[in-house]
């Protein structure tokens, strides 16, 4: 089986060498070691030395020479708009408090469907539309360059009072 060890970020890897592409929704992109079907039914070995987020447009190299490309998959989202920029700060820190993924997109947010959030949002003054579309979130502020994970020295103290 082939074997995909290494990732390169979108953008810094030969996007014209791709010989397939493998779409995955947003759960099934953070992945150490996992067995993988490409979109062209070629199985591989995903073989991680770490635990990462596959983005949308990284780059797989296989251990044969080939490249894969990731896709993130069209799954069910919520696009939220807000008249204010104020508002959207205000659903953004929500959101966050949540501890939910969030999707910066132009004009708005974007999150995963889900009824309880999208009545809060309602009730806040949001303009929110359900469509079918990528859900690529953004890392954190401690991930890697597009939310890789990574090893550091410093402590994630958490107080939720």
Do not use: K
């Not at 780059?59 to 708009?81: F, K, N, P, S, Y």
């Not at 008249?83 to 974007?110: C, K, M, S």
């Amino acid at each position: 089986m082939r074997r995909a060890d290494h990732v390169h970020p979108a953008g810094q890897w030969p996007r014209e060498r791709a010989r397939a592409t493998v779409t995955l929704a947003y759960d099934d992109r953070h992945r150490r070691r996992v067995r993988l079907v490409a979109d062209d039914g070629g199985d591989f070995l995903l073989d991680l030395p770490d635990a990462i987020v596959l983005r949308d447009g990284d780059g797989l190299r296989l251990d044969d020479g080939t490249w894969l490309a990731v896709r993130a998959a069209d799954e069910q989202v919520c696009d939220i708009a807000c008249p204010t920029p104020e508002a959207l700060a205000r659903i953004a820190w929500h959101l966050g408090n949540r501890h939910l993924p969030v999707q910066i997109i132009d004009g708005g947010l974007r999150i995963r469907d889900d009824h309880v959030i999208v009545e809060m949002l309602h009730g806040m003054g949001a303009a929110v539309l359900r469509r079918q579309a990528p859900f690529d979130p953004e890392g954190g502020a401690y991930a890697r360059p597009h939310g890789h994970a990574h090893a550091h020295e410093h402590g994630h103290h958490h107080h939720h009072d």
